[in-house]
T-cell receptor, first 114, second 112 residues
Framework: GAGVSQSPSNKVTEKGKDVELRCDPI?????LYWYRQSLGQGLEFLIYFQGNSAPDKSGLPSDRFSAERTGGSVSTLTIQRTQQEDSAVYLC????????????FGPGTRLTVT | GQQLNQSPQSMFIQEGEDVSMNCTSSSIFNTWLWYKQDPGEGPVLLIALYKAGELTSNGRLTAQFGITRKDSFLNISASIPSDVGIYFCAGQLYNAGNMLTFGGGTRLMVKP
């Protein structure tokens, strides 16, 4: 079956512009996560959605970052007024339910802010 | 900050060698997961461990959930060139719902 998909795969933007990154989780997965991975580094948690519950936003680095999940499926991560330090790979993962710890990752979106 | 210490940070392998890496923490984990990430791709789940002492294999890969629930190791036997990549451990803390904490990664490279 289809895995987690993300778009675009690459995004180059100018400093100060807004960007939107999209994630399509595995069908039927109720939990969705966003992570950020800087070059050669580990994964930094950003935000977590579970069903219709309020998202856990504890990992968002600033108020320029926001995310939404429509209809319990597709999610969009928005970064406003991008800065050069926002350059990273943004990874989305989904898991079957709140009680499933096995997260399945998409290929990521590589964001470059010039 | 990170609560998982993963080591080594990097290592060179020669084809045919066995490889070992581990993750340790001062915290107790309920679940351990091991992922591999190839360049330009997302991490792929290799092995999931759910019980202290559990030893699980996936082909040439073997992982164990430490008895103290504070550590886990991953072994790769008879390594091959396609084993190169970055390996991440991830743990689900006993008091953190289903959030995962990730180690810093072990980068596997081929000896020149």
């Amino acid at each position: 079956g289809a895995g987690v998909s993300q778009s675009p795969s690459n995004k180059v933007t100018e400093k100060g512009k807004d960007v939107e990154l999209r994630c399509d989780p595995i069908s039927g997965h109720t939990a969705l996560y966003w992570y950020r991975q800087s070059l050669g580094q580990g994964l930094e948690f950003l935000i977590y959605f579970q069903g219709n519950s309020a998202p856990d936003k504890s990992g968002l680095p600033s108020d320029r970052f926001s995310a939404e999940r429509t209809g319990g499926s597709v999610s969009t991560l928005t970064i406003q007024r991008t800065q050069q330090e926002d350059s990273a790979v943004y990874l989305c993962a989904s898991s079957l339910s709140q009680k499933s710890y096995e997260q399945y990752f998409g290929p990521g979106t590589r964001l470059t802010v010039t | 900050g990170q609560q998982l210490n993963q080591s080594p940070q990097s290592m060179f392998i020669q084809e045919g060698e066995d490889v070992s890496m581990n993750c340790t923490s001062s915290s107790i984990f309920n679940t351990w997961l091991w992922y591999k990430q190839d360049p330009g791709e997302g991490p792929v789940l290799l092995i999931a461990l759910y019980k202290a002492g559990e030893l699980t294999s996936n082909g040439r890969l073997t992982a164990q959930f430490g008895i103290t629930r504070k550590d886990s190791f991953l072994n790769i036997s008879a390594s091959i060139p396609s084993d190169v990549g970055i390996y991440f451990c991830a743990g689900q803390l006993y008091n953190a719902g289903n959030m995962l904490t990730f180690g810093g990664g072990t980068r596997l490279m081929v000896k020149p």
